[in-house]
């Protein structure tokens, strides 16, 4: 059974950092292309970012700026999303996802950026 588990969501001030991780399983996470997208209060599911099984290839939301890194490691079947100069419009509801619209995600992992 395909299983995706986000963690390392908090509260964080504006301008600070967080680290997600979402360790996946019961599929083929090394040939799979993964996919980080979010959910603010009221608003659908935003495609944030993809990278390839490879772990070079990477694409980001216009909005990212160079503010966000996505990662993977293979070996232990964990997916990273580097999330700096966070922004209070970042706080939402965060998944990895196996697509863009998040129709296949884990359970979220919880981002809230306030002073």
């Known amino acids: 059974q395909e299983q995706l588990v986000e963690s390392g969501g908090g509260l964080v001030q504006p301008g600070g950092s967080l680290r997600l991780s979402c360790v996946a399983s019961g599929f083929s996470f090394s040939t799979s292309w993964m996919y980080w997208v979010r959910q603010a209060p009221g608003k659908g599911l935003e495609w944030i970012s993809t990278?390839?099984?490879?772990?070079?290839?990477?694409y980001y939301g216009d909005f990212v700026k160079g503010r966000f890194n996505i990662s993977r490691d293979n070996a232990k079947n964990i997916l990273y999303l580097q999330m700096n100069s966070l922004k209070p419009e970042d706080t939402a509801l965060y998944y990895c996802?196996?697509?863009?619209?998040?129709?296949?995600r884990g359970q979220g992992t919880q981002v809230t950026v306030s002073s």
């Open positions: 990278i390839y099984p490879n772990g070079v290839t990477t």
């Open positions: 996802a196996r697509d863009p619209y998040g129709t296949t």
